[in-house]
């Protein structure tokens, strides 16, 4: 089992910057890949960014590209995303979740952490 705790979330105005943090603890050596997901009131959850733990390719929802970057601390067990040119439709809260060696979904999501950008 991993266990993920996010952080990093807070209140900014148009065109600042976050940085969030997803801390794994437990059964670490499993991580295949680490996800950054978030939802807003009233709308699915969405896919944002995420890394692949070994290589550390990256892949990114387009609407962030250019803005945000996803990272990761072997050391720490620990994946960040970089938010920059925050905009108020960045506002949700984010979510961190993990891919397995055994199970390619993304599953074991943290408890969440909220981001509000306002105009």
């Known amino acids: 089992q991993v266990q993920l705790v996010e952080s990093g979330g807070g209140l900014v105005q148009a065109g600042g910057s976050l940085r969030l943090s997803c801390a794994a603890s437990?059964?670490?050596?499993?991580?295949?890949?680490m996800g950054w997901f978030r939802q807003a009131p009233g709308k699915e959850r969405e896919f944002v960014a995420a890394?692949?733990?070994?290589?550390?390719?990256?892949y990114y929802l387009d609407s962030v590209k250019g803005r945000f970057t996803i990272s990761r601390d072997d050391a720490k067990n620990t994946a960040y995303l970089r938010m920059n040119s925050l905009k108020p439709e960045d506002t949700a809260v984010y979510y961190c979740?993990?891919?397995?060696?055994?199970?390619?979904?993304?599953?074991?999501w943290g408890q969440g952490t909220q981001v509000t950008v306002s105009s």
């Open positions: 979740a993990i891919q397995t060696h055994d199970d390619r979904r993304f599953h074991s």
């Open positions: 437990g059964r670490t050596f499993t991580i295949y890949e």
């Open positions: 890394i692949n733990w070994s290589s550390v390719s990256t």
